[in-house]
């Protein structure tokens, strides 16, 4: 299959950068659920609003969430370190009950990496947030269809992303998932000569001081979020203009902008439950922090050193047939450390890939969480590569003689 480069567009960096500078400075931080993320997702709104072809579909999609991932995690360690330590006495049957929930504790907190929410969450705190979907037909009948996402929302600058620790995230703010289950094991068997009591000692106190960690790592000030994520955003406003102008022929675009993606995806989750099993047959592509550093398509996604999920092969086919077609963008595949919306799409099993930046380096994403991720960051070079990036995949389904595509 060759897909016509005739039909390459021309991208203006410069209104891309214009998207960005409106996200990240004029409406500045937008905390998951907060009044900024609002003001971002009708900025999205007006925005489609005046491009929009007479068929398209624009769509609001309000929810509740919480406004960090410490609602997830922290009450799962902080539980898992006193049953561990409840597992020191002497007594088999305490051992026992101690081993068997730690186990099932550290089940818990691998769902929690990998985007399963916790049965409490539903009673805590949470504030509104919304998704913005727009529906872009083809020129003739739709037989295939491409998801487009990217977050709305922006973080906060956080103690283990920071640049000369990040590479130790599976050892830090990850390892709550492996303390609970080898502090389980060894608590089990210990027996009435208490074996291996100073390492199970160690283990509950790691999985207590771990969780605190999660609570004090969301503490930081809020980030201007220009690669993370008003890149995307931006990305993904351009595309629609771009559809406008040339729609594709038998393939629906549909671009999301979801909002508490920081938080637990919670965007994410509202949208593939509303429309997961509809669109059951699409392209999911994640676009996410695409403004500075060289691009890829991520192959394996996690922090935990057992909590990993992987794109779905036929979509890592559609990435690799991109590469092909334009060398020129430099795109490869590559494993990163992150936590994303791809692990809920991966866990419904749809055909998910994500397209994220990453230091040549360090191999992590520039200024991921940072104070330091401001528009004065943002390359324009990157960011052109990835408008092409995604305006080339959606034509790469469009133009293929099969769908999913063939190996």
């Known amino acids: 299959m060759m897909v016509d480069r005739k039909l390459n567009v021309e991208i203006n960096a410069d209104d891309l950068m214009e998207m960005i500078h409106h996200l990240s400075v004029e409406i500045g931080p937008r905390h998951p659920t907060s009044r900024a993320e609002r003001e971002a997702a009708e900025y999205v709104y007006q925005t489609i609003s005046t491009i929009k072809g007479e068929r398209w579909e624009l769509i609001e999609q309000p929810f509740r969430s919480v406004d960090g991932f ?12 006193l049953v561990q330590l409840f597992g020191l006495r002497q007594d088999r049957q305490s ?134 994520n008003a890149s995307g955003v931006a990305v993904l406003l351009g595309l629609a203009d771009t559809l406008r102008q040339r729609a594709l022929d038998n393939t629906e675009v549909v671009l999301v902008f979801t909002g508490a993606e920081t938080a637990v995806s919670t965007g994410a989750e509202a949208l593939v439950t509303e429309y997961g099993k509809a669109w059951e047959d699409a392209l999911w592509v994640v676009v996410s922090n695409v403004g500075q550093g060289e691009l890829c398509w991520v192959t394996r996604h996690g922090i935990s050193p057992y909590a990993h999920y992987h794109p779905h092969p036929d979509a890592v086919r559609v990435m690799e047939r991109v590469a092909e077609v334009r060398p020129d963008l430099g795109l490869m595949g590559k494993e990163m450390l992150t936590v994303d919306e791809a692990a809920l799409l991966w866990d419904r099993d749809l055909q998910v890939v994500a397209l994220m930046g990453y230091d040549r380096v360090t191999g992590a994403i520039p200024n991921w969480r940072q104070n330091s991720d401001t528009i004065h960051e943002i390359d324009t070079a990157t960011l052109e590569r990835a408008a092409h990036t995604v305006w080339t995949t959606a034509r790469v389904v469009d133009q293929a003689d099969e769908w999913p595509l063939v190996p």
């Open 70 to 81: 410490r609602y997830r995690t922290a009450p799962l360690g902080l539980l898992a370190g």
């Open 95 to 228: 051992q026992f009950v101690s081993g068997v929930v730690s186990v099932g504790l550290s089940i818990m907190l691998r769902d929690a990496f990998l985007g399963r929410s916790s049965v409490w969450e539903a009673w805590m705190p949470r504030g509104e947030s919304q998704n913005v979907i727009v529906r872009i037909p083809p020129r003739h009948k739709a037989t295939r269809r491409v998801v487009y996402m990217a977050h709305l929302d922006s973080g906060v600058s956080r103690i283990t992303t920071h640049p000369r620790i990040v590479r130790e995230l599976p050892r830090t703010y990850g390892i709550l998932t492996v303390f609970a289950l080898v502090g389980g094991v060894l608590t089990a068997l210990s027996g009435k000569n208490q074996r291996w009591r100073t390492i199970r000692s160690l283990i509950g106190g790691g999985e207590l001081v771990s969780s605190a960690l999660s609570v004090l790592d969301e503490m930081g000030p809020n980030i201007a979020g220009a690669n993370g």
